[in-house]
């Protein structure tokens, strides 16, 4: 099993920064990839961005190009999400999870393993 736990979500005005941290524990994959997720109250469940383990590989969602970076630290097994330029749209309650393949798909249905969320608020 995995365990994965986030961490970093917050009340923030518009236009601030938020950095989101998501701590992998349990069992060890080979050349995978890690996500952020968010969903909004209502809304389905949207990709936000999503990394390689090995190479670093990257994908944004179009909505957080320029604003957002997803990084990795390998010693640590720890995927961050620096948000910059935040926006009243951002609100939602962020997940990560893993894709056990290195395919940097945005389908939520590829992610086999996810956390329990962390909530960012960004007022206006």
């Known amino acids: 099993q995995v365990q994965l736990v986030e961490s970093g979500g917050g009340l923030v005005q518009a236009g601030g920064s938020l950095r989101l941290s998501c701590a992998a524990s349990?069992?060890?994959?080979?050349?995978?990839?890690m996500g952020w997720f968010r969903q909004a109250p209502g809304k389905e469940r949207e990709f936000v961005a999503t990394i390689t383990w090995h190479l670093g590989r990257t994908n944004y969602a179009d909505s957080v190009k320029g604003r957002f970076t997803i990084s990795r630290d390998n010693a640590q097994n720890t995927v961050y999400l620096q948000m910059n330029s935040l926006k009243p749209e951002d609100t939602a309650v962020y997940y990560c999870?893993?894709?056990?393949?290195?395919?940097?798909?945005?389908?939520?249905?590829?992610?086999?393993?996810w956390g329990r969320g962390t909530q960012v608020t960004v007022s206006s």
């Open positions: 349990g069992r060890t994959f080979n050349n995978f990839a």
């Open positions: 999870a893993v894709d056990l393949t290195p395919a940097l798909t945005s389908n939520a249905n590829a992610y086999e393993y």
